[in-house]
């Protein structure tokens, strides 16, 4: 993990919880994801031009996250439907760390030293702080935290695929601009389907956000894959995860959540298990 590779996953943390905060922000999920995903294939085209066509061998990982991305989008509209911004994305992303440590060591053969496990644990804990904090005494929504946890293994699913899509494509704009293209004809399809004539009335009035979502998302994840081809996955994942605390101000500041001495203590625990990480690297 060198500081160009951190300070990348770093910066795709940021833009990954604001594209989420965009799309949360959309009260129709359908409108919202719509247009991101839509503004992801039009980015996706314009990209093709300047990446190399994905190796033949990629393409098995480049088709089968493309469909765990469909499955993503949809588990994720259901979690912002059924719960609150600042408990479904932290338990959607605090989920997929330990997942991927486990299936990496698995498939990828990447065992994590003694100093990278305890910082992918200690953040794995301060990410479930970050997600539980402020429950106790309410009713939890048991919907919406299997829906967010759902979200979260299929986040493991995708992070894997293309961890290791990416490495066997030779280009990681190449991969990219098709993956986003591959991925993002359902969810607008399905809408022009159900909108027919009625679709361009029902988006224009979030397409400047909706897109500004896509540019955001587009973003973030070529970072991530890019960081992908210089280290290895579970850290990566781990430190992208610090998306979370970007996603709790955004919560507190936009959408009047508490933040809390809770979350701040969690949150804690989330930069000491960095900082462990990077140690390990």
Known sequence: MTPLVTSAVLLAAVTHAGWNAIAHKITDKLVGFTLIAGGGV????????????????????????????????ALLMKSFRLGDFGQAYPIARGTAPLVVAVLAAVFAHEVPDGWAAAGIALSCAGLTGVALWGLR?????????????????????????????????????????????????????????????????????????????????????????????????APIAALRESSIIVGAAIGAVFFKERFGLGRILAAGLLVAGIGLMLHAG
């Open 42 to 73: 039009l980015i996706g085209l314009a990209l093709m031009p300047f990446g190399a066509f994905p190796a033949a061998r990629a393409w098995p990982y480049l088709l089968a996250s493309a469909f765990v991305h469909i499955v993503y989008f």
């Open 137 to 233: 005494g309410n009713r939890p929504n048991w919907a919406a935290i299997g829906a967010a946890l759902a979200t979260g293994l299929s986040i493991a699913a995708y992070t894997l695929l293309d961890g290791l899509g990416v490495r066997a494509s030779g280009s990681s704009l190449g991969y990219i601009s098709w993956l986003m293209v591959v991925e993002g004809l359902v969810i607008p399809a399905y809408a022009v389907r159900r909108w027919r004539g009625e679709t361009v009335a029902v988006l224009r009035p979030f397409a400047v956000l909706g897109l500004l979502g896509a540019a955001l998302s587009v973003t973030a994840y070529a970072l991530v894959l890019w960081a992908q081809t210089k280290a290895e996955l």
